[in-house]
């Protein structure tokens, strides 16, 4: 493995190389460092597996507030790593709002992707606000992040991260005793 820096339009971003072979078609991840490593291996047996990490993600320093933290910050940093690697198309797998951004970048710079794979993407903002899916996503979202925010504001952490993944894996509300 060899951890690069790469700039690209003066942003710093790391990541990381998890295969041997730098020949193979690359597959840019959005799979947390966290990630099953034997995942990562037989990924890596395949296709060159190269990982970064995302602005206002990791352990660096925030070169600001956190203003520009956004889906369409993270979809352009997201292009601009991938152009830099200079390697053409290349699989591009994200995961939960990983999985957002790789849409979203997918959608955007479609000469960038030769394929594209989500795990559990949070998509409404991808859909159209006006469409009906759109609507009804967003409204869906809304019910529980408005209860776990206002669970948060009371001052209650474990009701706010219950109701928070109680919403996000569509559990019935209340009935998750072991979280």
């Known amino acids: 493995m060899c951890k690069s820096i790469i700039e690209a339009a003066s942003l710093e971003m790391s990541g990381r190389d998890h295969s041997r072979h730098s020949d193979r078609r690359p597959t840019t991840s959005g799979l947390p460092r966290e990630a099953d490593k034997s995942v990562r291996e037989e990924v890596a047996k395949r296709y060159r597996l190269i990982a970064y990490t995302q602005r206002y993600h990791g352990v660096g320093a925030w070169k600001d507030d956190g203003k520009e933290y956004s889906t369409p910050t993270h979809a352009d940093d997201l292009a601009k790593f991938i152009t830099s690697l200079n390697v053409g198309p290349v699989h591009l797998v994200g995961r939960s709002s990983?999985?957002?951004?790789?849409?979203?970048?997918?959608?955007?710079?479609?000469?960038?992707?030769?394929?594209?794979?989500?795990?559990?993407?949070?998509?409404?903002?991808?859909?159209?606000?006006?469409?009906?899916?759109?609507?009804?996503?967003?409204?869906?979202?809304?019910?529980?992040?408005?209860?776990?925010?206002?669970?948060?504001?009371?001052?209650?952490?474990?009701?706010?991260?219950?109701?928070?993944?109680?919403?996000?894996?569509?559990?019935?509300?209340?009935?998750?005793?072991?979280?």
């Not at 469409?131 to 019910?143: H, L, M, P, T, V």
């Not at 009371?154 to 928070?164: Q, Y």
């Open 98 to 179: 990983g999985g957002r951004v790789a849409m979203t970048a997918a959608l955007r710079n479609p000469a960038l992707v030769r394929t594209l794979t989500l795990h559990e993407p949070e998509a409404p903002s991808v859909l159209p606000a006006d469409s009906a899916e759109g609507k009804a996503a967003r409204e869906d979202q809304a019910k529980f992040y408005s209860a776990a925010i206002e669970a948060n504001k009371a001052g209650d952490p474990v009701r706010t991260t219950r109701l928070f993944v109680e919403g996000v894996y569509q559990l019935s509300v209340g009935r998750q005793k072991g979280l």
